[in-house]
Structures are given as structure tokens and as C-alpha cells.
């Protein structure tokens, strides 16, 4: 009896060690199989060479030789350079029926001339640069002439000369032994007082005549902040008419007769009113204060 029990517990033993050693058995296969596997690196006995240094970039080079294409030369060429100035000997006084009455010079923008058309009954109109005066082209404006391109041919349009008499009467002088009165002048101009003069329509008439003017001082625009004020008076003569009737170097003048005179219309449209009337008055500026001067016309 005691030797059947005693065989029953040995296998039971037996079992137990048999399921013992699986279990350990198992539990290292899984853990070998979960473990990665760590492979050395192999010796590297090569040394390594020292880095290269890289040159820096010359920006200059590729802008200078435009790599890139970053600005393409433009596909319209270059304009033609503008021809010289015509030489004097060149040009040659115009046939056009035309008068040249009176010059403003100064930069392209603010010269103008007042050419009378013969062909037109007297027809005055106002040019600059660039018009086209019958069938010639304005392309310069001096202070006694104007220069006109008449088919790639340079022509002249000047003012008309005095006559020789009328200068030689007005350069003569008096024969009187006893001097005129201090408020009386030559050419019909008698002053009044500070502000008046008593002038005579023979002299007033030339006023019509800005050419005449125009050889008596320079004439030029007077622009305030970019806009025409009137026109600047400088380079008076000794003993013309302008000074005779009390305009000095420097006067601005802004208005005849009430009428501005900031533009070449404008001045066209006043010169041509000198003629009608009894009084002119010109407002001036002078040292940057407002002055009138009243002429009475005889």
C-alpha cells in the first residue's frame, strides 16, 4: 500500500519538474529573442584628412557677368543723340512771311516768343519750343532772335532793325542852350511825381513792341513754389525807356491794366490793350512789396 502512494508521489514530482523546466526554458528563449543585437563597430585605423577650406564668393563677378540674367538689356535700343547746336555761319536769315515782336528767353520750359504771321493779316500768336510756325519747326529761342528748322535747314527770325534816322534823331541832343525842367524828359515822359508820369502815346506804343523791349533788359519768368508770378526786369540800360518811366533792375512785373501777366496769353492779351484807353497802370513788385505805377497817355 505505503509503495503504490510512494510511486504516485514521485511522479507527481517528476511532472512538476518536467513543467519546472519548461517554463525556465522558455522564459530565456523570449528573452533572447527580445533583446536586439549589438554589433561593434569595426576599427577604423584610416585617419581623417583635415577639411578643406572653401574660398569665399566674389558677388561682384556674378553680377558683373549677369549669370543669372537679372537685368536683360532692353529690347528697344538707345535714342539717337541729339544733334549739335547749328554753327552761326549755318543759318541764314528766314523768307517766311513772318515778324518776330517779342522774346522771353530762358530754360525750354519757360521761353516763348510772340511771332506775327504776314500771311494772316497781322495775326499774332504766342510759340515755344517745338511749334510749328507755317512750315518751319521752333527749335530755339534767343533774346533778339528765334531759330526756326525749315526742312533740316537752320533759319533765323529776328526783330526788326530801327531805322537809321529814328536812332540818329534819338542820339542827337538837344540844341537847347537852357536844360529842361528836372521833371520833364526826352521822348514824350514827363514825370509827375513818384508814382506818375505823363508819357505820350508815341512812347506807350512801344510797349506793343516787346522786341524793342527785350533789347532794353532781359525779360524772364518769376516763378513762386513752381507757379508764374509776372516776369522779373533786370539788366535795365542807362537811359532806356524802361528807366525813363521808373521801372528799375529787379522790378517784377504781375499786372498791366488790372490783367495778369503770368503767362504768354496773358502778356499777348495785355501788350495788345496798351493802345486803348487814356491811363495804364503796371503793378510791380519791387523788393518784395507791391507797388502801381500810372502813366497818363497823351
Not at 517766311?96 to 515782336?101: D, P, R
Not at 508814382?195 to 525779360?219: C, D, H, K, P, Y
Request: glycine letters at 6%; proline letters at 9%.
Amino acid at each position: 500500500m505505503v509503495q503504490r502512494y510512494f510511486w504516485l508521489a514521485y511522479l507527481i514530482l517528476i511532472t512538476l519538474a518536467a513543467a519546472l523546466s519548461a517554463n525556465m526554458a522558455t522564459s530565456y528563449i523570449g528573452a533572447k529573442l527580445s533583446t536586439p543585437s549589438v554589433q561593434e563597430p569595426a576599427p577604423n585605423h584610416t585617419t581623417a584628412a583635415p577639411p578643406t577650406p572653401v574660398a569665399p564668393v566674389d558677388y561682384a563677378v556674378i553680377a558683373k557677368r549677369n549669370i543669372f540674367n537679372a537685368k536683360p538689356p532692353g529690347d528697344t535700343p538707345a535714342p539717337p543723340p541729339t544733334p549739335p547746336p547749328p554753327e552761326p555761319a549755318e543759318i541764314q536769315e528766314t523768307e517766311l512771311q513772318l515778324k518776330l515782336v517779342g522774346t522771353v528767353a530762358g530754360g525750354d520750359n519757360q521761353a516763348f516768343a510772340i511771332i506775327e504771321d504776314l500771311k494772316q493779316r497781322g495775326a499774332q500768336m504766342v510759340y515755344r519750343i517745338g511749334d510749328a510756325v507755317q512750315t518751319a519747326l521752333l527749335v530755339e529761342i534767343q533774346v533778339k532772335c528765334v531759330v526756326l528748322d525749315e526742312g533740316g535747314r537752320y533759319e533765323s527770325l529776328c526783330f526788326p532793325q530801327q531805322d537809321a534816322t529814328e536812332e540818329g534823331a534819338a542820339a542827337k541832343p538837344s540844341s537847347s542852350a537852357l536844360p529842361p525842367p528836372p521833371q520833364a524828359g526826352e521822348d514824350g515822359i514827363v514825370r509827375i511825381d513818384n508814382a506818375t508820369w505823363r508819357v505820350s502815346r508815341e512812347t506807350i506804343e512801344q510797349f506793343s513792341n516787346i522786341g524793342m523791349l527785350s533789347t532794353q533788359a532781359r525779360i524772364t519768368p518769376y516763378m513762386v513754389q513752381g507757379q508764374p508770378q509776372g516776369f522779373r526786369l533786370t539788366r535795365l540800360k542807362a537811359d532806356s525807356v524802361l528807366q525813363k518811366i521808373g521801372l528799375r533792375n529787379g522790378d517784377v512785373l504781375q499786372k498791366v491794366n488790372g490783367i495778369s501777366v503770368t503767362s504768354p496769353e496773358d502778356t499777348l492779351k495785355a501788350y495788345q490793350q496798351l493802345q486803348q484807353g487814356g491811363t495804364l497802370r503796371l503793378e510791380i513788385l519791387r523788393s518784395n512789396r507791391p507797388t502801381t505805377l500810372t502813366y497818363e497817355i497823351q
